[in-house]
């Protein structure tokens, strides 16, 4: 079993940063791929960016790219996702989950979960 506690949402204005990040406890975290999956109210969750437990590869939606950074402290069991250039259509509760996945993806193929936080990008 493992724990996640998202944190560092918040109202932002567009073109602004902002950093989340992911506590984790519980089983080794270092064994998990860890993944940022996003919802907007009444739509489907979305792929925003993913780290591999296996070989630190890093993967990202497209509509993210060259915007967001993933990265993992280990010794901190902590996930951080920095986002630049922020747009009104990254309003969204951001979600930190867990996979035993190489390169986790889809929403199916994490097996645990925070309970999110909510990201408002104003125009």
């Known amino acids: 079993q493992v724990q996640l506690v998202e944190s560092g949402g918040g109202l932002v204005q567009a073109g602004d940063s902002l950093r989340l990040s992911c506590t984790a406890s519980g089983r080794t975290y270092s064994s998990f791929s860890m993944g940022w999956v996003r919802q907007t109210l009444g739509k489907e969750r979305e792929f925003v960016a993913a780290?591999?437990?296996?070989?630190?590869?890093?993967d990202y939606g497209d509509s993210v790219k060259d915007r967001f950074t993933i990265s993992r402290d280990n010794s901190k069991n902590t996930l951080y996702l920095q986002m630049n250039n922020m747009k009104p259509e990254d309003t969204a509760v951001y979600y930190c989950a867990a996979s035993g996945v190489i390169r986790p993806k889809y929403e199916y193929e994490y097996d645990y979960w925070g309970q999110g936080t909510q990201v408002t990008v104003s125009s």
């Open positions: 780290i591999s437990w296996f070989d630190s590869n890093l």
